[in-house]
């Protein structure tokens, strides 16, 4: 039997090339050779995002990205994690399992706390329980679903082993495999993508490629990268520069190989690097668009492929509640 990968996609904001290359391309490959889970983790962005237009249209555009992207819903159980009650019912479980210190841990958590220290504020201003409870909910999102693996980046490990922390204390206490414990499969060799700024790209650093910008926005974008002063003539490093490292993430190795010699070999412009940056993120991204485009248009379609990918999923939440129920001495059947 395969193993079974789960990761949850947090709906804030529109996906940029950073959350393609770094997340959605890494996860739609692992589900070649897992089962894969992956879903809309709505519940968690309520923490932050409170207008339901907002929302609503976030849950929309992730999805469609991801569908877009070349997530095949027919292999990929895809969904919202709001479709699924059990995912509410495990969290009050684990909540019995939960230390309040585990959570005063949490990284999140933490720098909430620190900041309002730094402005003088209450420790837990603005700190809302959702937040505050933020690693249980996702506990329950990995562990309902009996999950092997969980690809994640960097800043979300701490996460997953506070899953595994309370997965195993529900375990000690009666004293066999209720739940499952997972790991993290965090991909180091996942590139870093720079943003226009030479930073890494990030919604917070205002320096990203939206992943669906219309051809005319992207050409705008890609000659908006900065750049040093070297002229035209001067040979350049382009292991150094942030356009060349964005092209490598479009253009096969020897295009690669081509573009990097012309750099080394001086007289090519700023410029032309970027036409060049243009053409090969067009070429990849164009397609992408379309078919975004076109998911967009049926949103009846869409909240279809939703549905159906919860109906797959409750079956399985269903028998890991009933097991831990069971276990617990709430059902004795
Ligand atoms: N916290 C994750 C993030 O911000 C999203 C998430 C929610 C998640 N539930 C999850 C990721 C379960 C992996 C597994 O990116």
């Known amino acids: 039997m395969k193993k079974i990968a789960l990761t949850g996609i947090k709906p804030t904001g529109i996906l940029h090339i950073g959350n393609y290359f770094g997340a959605i391309k890494p996860a739609l490959e692992l589900a070649r050779d897992y089962d894969a889970r992956y879903f809309i983790a709505d519940y968690h962005a309520l923490n932050t995002m409170k207008d339901p237009e907002e929302m609503a249209s976030c849950i929309r555009e992730v999805a469609a990205g991801w569908l877009a992207a070349g997530l095949d819903p027919e292999k990929v159980i895809f969904y919202r994690q ?25 990284h999140a958590y933490k720098a909430a706390v620190q900041e309002n220290a730094e402005r003088g504020d209450d420790p837990d201003a603005g700190v809302n329980m959702g937040l505050f409870t933020y690693p249980v909910l996702m506990a329950a999102d990995i562990i309902l679903f009996d999950s092997d693996v969980v690809p994640v980046g960097k800043d979300q490990v701490q996460h997953i082993e506070m899953a595994q922390d309370i997965a195993q204390a529900v375990n000690f206490n009666y004293k066999k495999e209720v739940l499952k414990v997972p790991r993290a499969a965090v ?38 990268i ?3 002063s070297q002229g035209v003539d001067e040979p350049k490093d382009p292991d150094a520069s942030q356009i060349y490292q964005l092209y490598k993430l479009f253009a096969p190795a020897e295009e690669q190989a081509a573009l990097a010699a012309r750099y080394r070999a001086g007289g090519m412009g700023w410029g032309e690097a970027k036409e060049e940056l243009f053409r090969a993120a067009n070429r990849t991204l164009g397609p992408l668009r379309e078919r975004f485009e076109a998911i967009m248009t049926d949103r009846e379609k869409l909240d279809a492929v ?17 097991r831990f129920r069971k276990a617990a001495g709430i059902d004795r059947k």
């Open 82 to 106: 709001s479709s699924i009650p059990e995912v509410f019912e495990l969290t009050s479980m684990l909540m019995a399992f939960t230390s309040k210190g585990l959570m005063n841990r949490a």
């Open 187 to 224: 991909q180091d060799e996942v590139a870093v993508v720079p943003g226009l700024d030479g930073r890494k790209m990030s919604k917070s650093y205002g320096n990203v490629i939206p992943l669906f910008a219309p051809e005319k926005e992207l050409r705008k974008l890609v000659m908006r």
């Open 226 to 228: 900065v750049t040093n």
């Open 306 to 322: 939703l549905e159906q990918g919860a109906e797959k999923a409750r079956p399985i939440a269903a028998a890991t509640v009933r």
